[in-house]
């Protein structure tokens, strides 16, 4: 079981940057596939982007290629997302979640473990 804790998120113009983070508890970070989740009021979460164990492979859903960026420290038990040229449309709550194997996370199949989210509002 893994303990995930999300934090960054907070209020930006649209067309700013925000990187989140999501630091994870005990010493088997490595072992799991990341990824990072959003939900806007009165819509479904969504998937936004995963990366694999060794952080070599990534995937991100088509609303956000090319603007956000996620990454992970291994020595710091820490996935990162890298969020620029926001748009209002990027207004959400933004999940981490972690998963044995990264289809499962792009799927959102099988167990998944999820932090609490962090609020991110783009203003336009």
């Known amino acids: 079981q893994v303990r995930l804790d999300e934090s960054g998120g907070g209020l930006v113009q649209a067309g700013g940057s925000l990187r989140l983070s999501c630091a994870a508890s005990g010493r088997t970070f490595s072992t799991y596939a990341m990824g990072w989740f959003r939900q806007a009021p009165g819509k479904e979460r969504e998937f936004v982007a995963a990366i694999s164990r060794s952080g070599g492979s990534s995937h991100y859903a088509d609303p956000v290629k090319g603007r956000f960026t996620i990454s992970r420290d291994n020595a710091k038990n820490t996935v990162y997302l890298q969020m620029n040229s926001l748009k209002p449309e990027d207004t959400a709550v933004y999940y981490c979640?972690?998963?044995?194997?990264?289809?499962?996370?792009?799927?959102?199949?099988?167990?998944?473990?999820w932090g609490q989210g962090t609020q991110v509002t783009v203003s336009s």
């Open positions: 979640a972690a998963s044995s194997r990264t289809d499962l996370l792009v799927n959102q199949n099988g167990n998944l473990y």
